[in-house]
């Protein structure tokens, strides 16, 4: 008796956050929402990027990155309409439509080079930023981006490049 108790228990909850869901689907509005940030000659690898999008499998976000060697990592998983737009009033209010290439950034040739690309059904906006740190308020999209990406997943590939795997070999080998 007690075990069918918790079985109703556990299935009324289950329907509820189901039911939530697709009611957050039914009133979700993609608005051709999209942003993206592709950084290359990273100290992370020669390239990588997160990107956000609704138009082609709805809600969802991208992340990928491409080594020296160029093998790449990538990874897409879909997230919540809520989720969707969390991230996406945290980018809105960078004011990104009026965003252009930064200025306050390093700036030095052997720097990243950050290219943001942002749009909806209304406006259109690509920028870039050569820097080490990437500063406010272009910060404020690269940063909320990661977070979603990562959320709930490990960190994409190895985090350790082979020329540094090879010297801990030979490290160890002394």
């Given at each position: 008796?007690?075990?069918?108790?918790?079985?109703?228990?556990?299935?009324?909850?289950?329907?509820?956050?189901?039911?939530?869901a697709?009611?957050?689907?039914?009133?979700?509005?993609?608005?051709?929402?999209?942003v993206?940030?592709?950084?290359t000659?990273?100290?992370?690898g020669?390239?990588?990027?997160?990107?956000?999008?609704?138009?082609?499998?709805?809600?969802?976000?991208?992340?990928?990155?491409?080594?020296?060697?160029?093998?790449?990592?990538?990874?897409?998983?879909?997230?919540?309409?809520?989720?969707?737009?969390?991230?996406?009033?945290?980018?809105?209010?960078?004011g990104?439509?009026?965003?252009?290439?930064?200025?306050?950034?390093?700036?030095?040739?052997?720097?990243?080079?950050?290219?943001?690309?942002?749009?909806?059904?209304?406006?259109?906006?690509?920028?870039?930023?050569?820097?080490?740190?990437?500063?406010?308020?272009?910060?404020?999209?690269?940063?909320?981006?990661?977070?979603m990406?990562?959320?709930?997943?490990?960190?994409?590939?190895?985090?350790?490049?082979?020329?540094?795997?090879?010297?801990?070999?030979?490290?160890?080998?002394?």
């Amino acid at each position: 008796m007690k075990y069918g108790f918790l079985f109703v228990i556990g299935a009324v909850a289950c329907g509820g956050a189901q039911r939530r869901a697709d009611e957050e689907s039914l009133n979700f509005n993609c608005r051709d929402r999209r942003v993206s940030y592709i950084a290359t000659k990273h100290l992370a690898g020669d390239e990588l990027g997160v990107q956000m999008d609704c138009a082609d499998a709805g809600p969802r976000i991208m992340r990928w990155k491409t080594d020296k060697q160029g093998n790449r990592v990538d990874e897409t998983h879909a997230i919540s309409p809520s989720d969707f737009d969390k991230t996406w009033k945290e980018i809105d209010g960078t004011g990104w439509e009026n965003l252009k290439d930064c200025t306050n950034g390093t700036m030095e040739k052997r720097d990243p080079v950050y290219v943001f690309d942002v749009k909806d059904d209304q406006h259109q906006a690509s920028f870039q930023c050569q820097t080490r740190e990437v500063p406010y308020p272009y910060n404020d999209i690269s940063d909320v981006l990661d977070l979603m990406a990562a959320q709930g997943h490990g960190q994409l590939g190895d985090d350790e490049p082979a020329d540094a795997k090879a010297l801990d070999k030979k490290d160890m080998q002394r």
